[in-house]
């Protein structure tokens, strides 16, 4: 890409003080950018970093050392001010539908929140904005007058979507937004997500421990293992031809139907398992 990135993640590490004075070492120096209108995929398992980078970039956890920078400005450690401005540039959808919404506020009142800050919009203008997104999204008309334990766990997820899109951001912060659906669901958030980072030109950080959902909507995947970028690429080739043993391990433990390519899979997750012991 042409264009200058517009997040730079810059030799990022993040330690965590443990018992007795131990240091565990969440990040050890990760460098990554995402450009205008980029998907990339963070994929691991769990400790290995991948939502503590998430963390990081939405201020939510403190960097020990190295810089952020959204569109040229370090916003490593910004003030609470600035990262409330922020949020009209940077949004998150979590993981867990159910607990990310207040349930004791109508789906109306949580998404006019973000655009509240905004004086030029009158509440009619942000009537109309939340009808737009929930059309967007694939909601009935009626979903701004209702709660949110009234709809599935897939419905809230769009709910969600719509939340961080509503404001028009510049990144979206996708945090294992799928892993808590059912298959069927999930398939149908993906390409909720696809459609808007191309139709509104989103950049998306998409994290994930599923190499396969990766893909489907990523440009590029970056793999962590234990703190360190160890594989990253065009989204397809990672997939398709994966160069390091963590890489290979975490393709073939993802589950498919079939019994015997499952059992097959695990042959080669064993495989992958002792080639990388022996790397490390």
Known sequence: MNTAPLLQVQDLCVDFTQGQGKVFQALKGVSLNIHPGETVGLVGESGSGKTTLGRVVLGLTEATRGRILFDGEDIT???????????????????????SLNPARTVGDTLAEPLLSDKSLSPQD??????????????????????????????????????????KPRLIVCDEPVSALDLSVQAQVLNLLKELQQSMGLA???????LTVVRHVSHRTVVLYRGDIVEQGDAHQVHEHPQHPYTRALLAAAPVPDPLIQRERRAQFDLARQALTETT
């Open 77 to 99: 450690h910004a003030s609470r001010a600035r990262r409330r401005t922020l949020g009209r540039d940077i949004q998150v959808v979590f993981q867990d539908p159910y607990g």
């Open 126 to 167: 942000i009537a109309q904005r939340i009808a737009e997104v929930l059309q967007r999204v694939g909601m009935p008309a009626d979903t701004a007058q209702r709660y949110p334990g009234q709809f599935s766990g897939g419905q809230r997820q769009r709910i969600a979507i719509a939340r961080a899109v509503i404001a």
């Open 204 to 210: 998306m950080l998409f994290i994930s421990h599923d």
